[in-house]
C-alpha cells in the first residue's frame, strides 16, 4: 500500500510539473460594454435619482440624470460636481 501511495505521489508531482511547463493559457474575459451618451453619468436612473438626506452627506463626482423630472434631495452645488439632467 505504501508502495502504491509513493508512485500515486511521484505521479502527480509529475503531471503538475508538465502542466506548469505549458505557460499560461487563454482567458477568455468580457469586454467592457460601450456606452454612448451614458458614459459621461455616474448615476442615472430611468425613474429618477433620489438622495436619502438622512444618510449624511452625499457627493457625486460626475453627472447625475434621470428620464422622468425626479432628482430629489441633490444639491447641484454642493453635491454633485457635474449637472443634474432631468431629460425635460
Known sequence: M????NVSVKTL???AFLFGLTGP???FAATAPT???AATYSAFG???VT???NVG???????????ATNV?????ATQVDGIIDTGA
Open 13 to 15: 508531482t509529475v503531471i
Open 46 to 48: 430611468k425613474a429618477g
Open 57 to 67: 452627506t452625499t457627493h457625486i463626482w460626475g453627472n447625475v440624470g434621470a428620464d
Open 51 to 53: 438622495n436619502d438626506s
Open 25 to 27: 493559457l487563454t482567458t
Open 72 to 76: 430629489t434631495n441633490l444639491d447641484d
Open 35 to 37: 456606452l454612448g451618451a
Open 2 to 5: 505504501k508502495t502504491l501511495h
